[in-house]
Nanobody, 122 residues
């Protein structure tokens, strides 16, 4: 049974920072690319960033590049999304996902968490 559980969401002011966590179980964590996606109110789900199991290497959407970072702890089977300089447009439900390749396409990720809400006020 594969489980991905996000945590760390909350309500913050513009310019603040927040760190999200995604704890995985039931899979060989080190073999998976871990991606972060988000879905704002009335919007489609969009890619945020990813981290591979090799290197590791990271890749981010232009909208968050330079503000967000991703790290992973294979011993704890946990991936982190560090969000700095948050803006109101970052308000969304954030989802963690696991998949076999580095891709920005949500459909190519195999497993998903339940999401955690991030709200940024101006």
């Amino acid at each position: 049974q594969v489980q991905l559980v996000e945590s760390g969401g909350g309500s913050v002011q513009a310019g603040d920072s927040l760190r999200l966590s995604c704890a995985a179980s039931g899979l060989t964590f080190r073999n998976y690319v871990m991606g972060w996606f988000r879905q704002g109110p009335g919007k489609d789900r969009e890619f945020v960033g990813l981290i591979s199991g090799w290197g590791p290497s990271t890749y981010f959407a232009d909208s968050v590049a330079g503000r967000f970072t991703i790290s992973r702890d294979d011993d704890k089977k946990t991936v982190y999304l560090q969000m700095n300089s948050l803006e109101p447009e970052d308000t969304a439900v954030y989802y963690c996902a696991a998949g076999p390749i580095q891709t920005t396409q949500a459909a190519q990720y195999h497993f998903w968490g339940q999401g955690t809400q991030v709200t940024v006020s101006s």
